[in-house]
Every structure is written in structure tokens, then in C-alpha cells.
């Protein structure tokens, strides 16, 4: 096996900066860094017809996987041994890496290099489904052209393969997601007999209750790289809405961001919301004993509770996501979750896109899976592990699969990190004194500035 390290370039949504949980650092940014915006709105007109390059059967593929589904590429490569592999192991975008695309431009210049395989971010895919220069083609084939059956690519849960989606073409197969749901202490919420909320209106109340009736016991922390993505995103705020393929908007004046602010606000002035981060240095220590909630991705329970915050099994529950009072629709973020390509060099499609389909949809990959599978079917297998649910108060099974087919897709996926304008201007703000509310506007002027660089026309309304 081949090693390839990258340079970490970027601020993407590396939520473990710190030793301050057991969580190690390569875990953690498997899990959330690949938690870039997850969605796009693709285009209505396709292409023309994927032409594959001159096909070789039997030919070697080389894989490019992070250390976290490396073991599932070895698995899979016992078990069909008649398939020749060549694994190279690389950070699989963590951290906002641009390693994969500077390789793919590098390749587009030499003529040669291209791995078949490779684990990436959504992130990732909004250049991989594109030419790097005149000429050259799109890294990502369109699996949807002969490569993966549609009735597969059906089976993936509702939205999920909306970052994949193109110019009416899908170019990746979803590995994971970490869809945002309710977390609790059901210990505590019992013993102090407070009902579970299913509101946000209720939530906010609840939490005001628990500062008076219980100083030092927190609902939830805005003070992460990724949260807003669990309660902006949720609250279908349009701040990374594309409206069209080049265009952006980014509005945080409207009413959908302005009241999840004010709620927010609310809560942290009465300190039962922190505006430090559940990954933040001494947190675990210090605080990580008094979340009665918390408001994030399914991937809280195994990796913030119980490795991070060492709290004992069967306390902690899950619980749908939150709803607004006198709204119908129910939908929630996500925080995490990766993708995985063939390339369109690929001289054995046959083989890259059966590996594809395998790490993706088998039960017998996906149910020891660290996290939430994406293919529906493969999803309840992993439910089923005792593994994945011992651990928990309650049956997280509906609440996990009620989130997983209400994620807002308008969220979009862009070609830059939604986290590093919420890093650099949110989150000092907030350790600093001030509200979320009076931070919207510079907040909504640094997407802004990103998406420019990027070359997105913005608009805000």
C-alpha cells in the first residue's frame, strides 16, 4: 500500500482542533470533514453523451481512500480477489485540503496519473464535474450513464445525492450522511420531569426553564465550525442557496435566518446555549457532564457523548428534528458525509463502479460502518448492528431515518466551504459579546466575498 499525505490548506470543518475528546483528530475529520454545504441545485439540461476511454477488462484500479474506509477498500479487495487493486491512502479532503483537485489539474497537464477510485467531499465534486481546462474531461464519470443502475441510485435516502447531481447527470455515489436531530440526556429530562421537546418554540422555552432551574446545564452550542450547519441549515436559512449553477444566494436578512438568530440569542444570553465549542479545548472537561441537549448530527451519540464526553450508555436519546409552530414541513442540516467517484479516465469502469456500488450500498460493508449509511437499505442494516444502537436510551432507529429523508436541499453545495466565512467573522464575534443578530450582516458580506473569488454572481433576495 502506497502512502500519500497532503498538507491540510484549509478550515474547512475540522471540529476536533483540539485533544480536548478521545475522538482522534483523523476520525473527526472523516466525520465532519467532509461536512461541507451538502447540496446544489443541478441543472435541468444534460450533456452530451459520456464517451468512457478505451476500456482494458481485467485491468488494475488504483483507489484513493481516507484512513477511515481504507479498511473497507482491503475488505472488499479479500473479497474479490480476482479484482486488481492498487490502494493509496490520502486525507480524502479533511480539513478543506485542495490536494485531490491539484492532483486532478496536474494529471489534466500531464496526460496521466489519474487514480479510478477515489473518497472525497461534495465539495469536491462541484469541479470534479467539470473540465479543468479546455479540453480536458471532467474527472467524475456520470455514473448515471450506464455505469450504476438507476434503481440503485434510487435507493439512496430522499436528497442525499443532490451534491452528486450535475447538468442532469450524478457523479459520485454517497457514502455517509449526518443528518441533525434532537440529542438528550433521557436520564436527566426524567428525573427532572421535563418533557422532550418537538418544537423550536418549545426548545427555546425549555432551555430558558433549565438556566433557572439548573445553572450550568446547556441545550446546545453555536461555538463549533459546523454549527451552523445543525441550526442555520435546519432552519432553512438561505445562506448558500443556488439559484442557478452560477449563482448564489445569499440572504441572511430573510425571516427564516433572522428568528433562528433571535432564538439563539435568547438562549445564549440566558446561558443555556454556549459560545464555546463542544470540541473546544476543556470542554469535555469542564461542561461536557451538564448537555441535557443538543441540537447536531447523527454521528453525536457514538463520537461527541459517549467517546468525547464519556457519558454512561442508556442515558443518551435521540428525538427527531425540531419543527416551527404553525409550519408543516418539517427540515433539518447536515453535518458531514462523503462521496465517492470514478474517474472518467478510468480504463476499467466495470470494476471502479462495482467498487463503488459495494462500499455504498452492501449490508456487508455498511452495517460495520462508523457512520450513517446514505443507501436506505444499507442504513437499516446498520441500525441493526448492535453496535450502533446499544449504546442509547431509547430506539434511535425512527428518529435516524425520519432526519435522514428531511434534509433542506437548499443548502447548496458550493466551491467553497460554507464554515470558513461562519470561522473567521461568527465565531470571534460570538467569544467576543456579540449577538448573532447584530453579526448577520458581516456574516452574509463574507459568503459573499467567497462566493465572488469563486465566481459566483450573488444576489440577495
Same mark, same amino acid.
Given at each position: 500500500?502506497?502512502?500519500?499525505?497532503?498538507?491540510?490548506?484549509?478550515?474547512?470543518?475540522?471540529?476536533?482542533?483540539?485533544?480536548?475528546?478521545?475522538?482522534?483528530?483523523?476520525?473527526?475529520?472523516?466525520?465532519?470533514?467532509?461536512?461541507?454545504?451538502?447540496?446544489?441545485?443541478?441543472?435541468?439540461?444534460?450533456?452530451?453523451?459520456?464517451?468512457?476511454?478505451?476500456?482494458?477488462?481485467?485491468?488494475?484500479?488504483?483507489?484513493?481512500?481516507?484512513?477511515?474506509?481504507?479498511?473497507?477498500?482491503?475488505?472488499?479487495?479479500?473479497?474479490?480477489?480476482?479484482?486488481?487493486?492498487?490502494?493509496?491512502?490520502?486525507?480524502?479532503?479533511?480539513?478543506?485540503?485542495?490536494?485531490?483537485?491539484?492532483?486532478?489539474?496536474?494529471?489534466?497537464?500531464?496526460? +496521466?496519473?489519474?487514480?479510478?477510485?477515489?473518497?472525497?467531499?461534495?465539495? /469536491?465534486?462541484?469541479?470534479?464535474?467539470?473540465?479543468?481546462?479546455?479540453?480536458?474531461?471532467?474527472?467524475?464519470?456520470?455514473?448515471?450513464?450506464? &455505469?450504476?443502475?438507476?434503481?440503485?441510485? /434510487?435507493?439512496?435516502?430522499?436528497?442525499?445525492?443532490?451534491?452528486?447531481?450535475?447538468?442532469?447527470?450524478?457523479?459520485?455515489?454517497?457514502?455517509?450522511?449526518?443528518?441533525?436531530?434532537?440529542?438528550?440526556?433521557?436520564?436527566?429530562?426524567?428525573?427532572?420531569?421535563?418533557?422532550?421537546?418537538?418544537?423550536?418554540?418549545?426548545?427555546?422555552?425549555?432551555?430558558?426553564?433549565?438556566?433557572?432551574?439548573?445553572?450550568?446545564?446547556?441545550?446546545? $452550542?453555536?461555538?463549533?465550525?459546523?454549527?451552523?450547519?445543525?441550526?442555520?441549515?435546519?432552519?432553512?436559512?438561505?445562506?448558500?442557496?443556488?439559484?442557478?449553477?452560477?449563482? &448564489?444566494?445569499? /440572504?441572511?436578512?430573510?425571516?427564516?435566518?433572522?428568528?433562528?438568530?433571535?432564538?439563539?440569542?435568547?438562549?445564549?444570553?440566558?446561558? #443555556?446555549?454556549?459560545?464555546?465549542?463542544?470540541?473546544?479545548?476543556?470542554? #469535555?472537561?469542564?461542561?461536557?457532564?451538564?448537555?441535557?441537549?443538543?441540537?447536531?448530527?447523527?454521528?453525536?451519540?457514538?463520537?461527541?457523548?459517549?467517546?468525547?464526553?464519556?457519558?454512561?450508555?442508556?442515558?443518551?436519546?435521540?428525538?427527531?428534528?425540531?419543527?416551527?409552530?404553525?409550519?408543516?414541513?418539517?427540515?433539518?442540516?447536515?453535518?458531514?458525509?462523503?462521496?465517492?467517484?470514478?474517474?472518467?479516465?478510468?480504463?476499467?469502469?466495470?470494476?471502479? $463502479?462495482?467498487?463503488?456500488?459495494?462500499?455504498?450500498?452492501?449490508?456487508?460493508?455498511?452495517?460495520?460502518?462508523?457512520?450513517?449509511?446514505?443507501?436506505?437499505?444499507?442504513?437499516?442494516?446498520?441500525?441493526?448492528?448492535?453496535?450502533?444502537?446499544?449504546?442509547?436510551?431509547?430506539?434511535?432507529?425512527?428518529?435516524?431515518?425520519?432526519?435522514?429523508?428531511?434534509?433542506?436541499?437548499?443548502? +447548496?453545495?458550493?466551491?467553497?466551504?460554507?464554515?470558513?466565512?461562519?470561522?473567521?467573522?461568527?465565531?470571534?464575534?460570538?467569544?467576543?459579546?456579540?449577538?448573532?443578530? /447584530?453579526?448577520?450582516?458581516?456574516?452574509?458580506?463574507?459568503?459573499?466575498?467567497?462566493?465572488?473569488?469563486?465566481?459566483?454572481?450573488?444576489?440577495?433576495?
Amino acid at each position: 500500500m502506497e502512502s500519500s499525505r497532503s498538507p491540510r490548506t484549509g478550515r474547512r470543518h475540522s471540529l476536533l482542533r483540539t485533544a480536548a475528546v478521545t475522538l482522534s483528530l483523523a476520525t473527526a475529520a472523516a466525520l465532519a470533514g467532509c461536512a461541507s454545504a451538502d447540496t446544489t441545485t443541478p441543472s435541468s439540461s444534460k450533456q452530451s453523451a459520456f464517451k468512457p476511454v478505451a476500456q482494458k477488462a481485467g485491468s488494475q484500479i488504483t483507489v484513493w481512500a481516507d484512513s477511515t474506509r481504507l479498511p473497507s477498500v482491503q475488505a472488499y479487495q479479500k473479497s474479490h480477489p480476482d479484482v486488481k487493486m492498487k490502494i493509496v491512502t490520502y486525507d480524502g479532503g479533511a480539513d478543506g485540503s485542495t490536494y485531490l483537485q491539484s492532483k486532478v489539474q496536474l494529471f489534466d497537464r500531464t496526460g +496521466s496519473g489519474w487514480p479510478d477510485v477515489v473518497f472525497g467531499t461534495p465539495t /469536491d465534486v462541484t469541479w470534479a464535474s467539470e473540465a479543468t481546462k479546455p479540453g480536458a474531461r471532467p474527472f467524475a464519470a456520470p455514473l448515471d450513464e450506464k &455505469l450504476v443502475p438507476q434503481s440503485t441510485l /434510487d435507493g439512496f435516502a430522499k436528497g442525499s445525492l443532490t451534491p452528486c447531481q450535475f447538468n442532469g447527470h450524478t457523479y459520485c455515489m454517497r457514502n455517509d450522511i449526518a443528518q441533525v436531530l434532537l440529542w438528550y440526556n433521557k436520564s436527566l429530562m426524567d428525573k427532572w420531569g421535563y418533557k422532550v421537546p418537538t418544537t423550536w418554540q418549545e426548545y427555546e422555552a425549555l432551555g430558558k426553564q433549565v438556566a433557572k432551574e439548573h445553572p450550568g446545564y446547556l441545550v446546545g $452550542s453555536v461555538g463549533d465550525t459546523n454549527s451552523h450547519e445543525s441550526y442555520f441549515w435546519s432552519g432553512q436559512c438561505p445562506a448558500f442557496s443556488l439559484v442557478k449553477p452560477d449563482t &448564489l444566494r445569499t /440572504d441572511l436578512r430573510d425571516p427564516k435566518c433572522t428568528r433562528m438568530a433571535t432564538l439563539l440569542d435568547n438562549l445564549i444570553s440566558a446561558k #443555556a446555549i454556549a459560545t464555546q465549542g463542544f470540541f473546544s479545548q476543556g470542554f #469535555a472537561k469542564n461542561s461536557g457532564g451538564k448537555v441535557l441537549m443538543a441540537y447536531g448530527p447523527s454521528w453525536y451519540g457514538q463520537y461527541l457523548f459517549k467517546a468525547g464526553f464519556k457519558t454512561p450508555a442508556k442515558q443518551i436519546a435521540a428525538a427527531p428534528p425540531l419543527t416551527w409552530t404553525g409550519e408543516s414541513t418539517t427540515a433539518t442540516g447536515n453535518v458531514g458525509g462523503g462521496v465517492w467517484m470514478v474517474s472518467s479516465h478510468s480504463a476499467n469502469l466495470k470494476a471502479s $463502479s462495482d467498487l463503488v456500488t459495494w462500499l455504498t450500498t452492501s449490508d456487508e460493508n455498511q452495517a460495520t460502518a462508523p457512520t450513517y449509511p446514505a443507501y436506505t437499505q444499507a442504513a437499516k442494516a446498520w441500525l441493526a448492528n448492535p453496535a450502533n444502537s446499544n449504546y442509547f436510551a431509547n430506539d434511535v432507529s425512527e428518529p435516524f431515518e425520519q432526519a435522514a429523508s428531511e434534509v433542506w436541499t437548499g443548502w +447548496s453545495n458550493t466551491r467553497f466551504s460554507d464554515s470558513t466565512a461562519w470561522s473567521s467573522v461568527v465565531l470571534p464575534a460570538l467569544t467576543s459579546g456579540k449577538s448573532l443578530t /447584530d453579526t448577520l450582516p458581516a456574516w452574509q458580506q463574507e459568503i459573499a466575498g467567497e462566493a465572488k473569488t469563486q465566481g459566483y454572481k450573488v444576489v440577495d433576495q
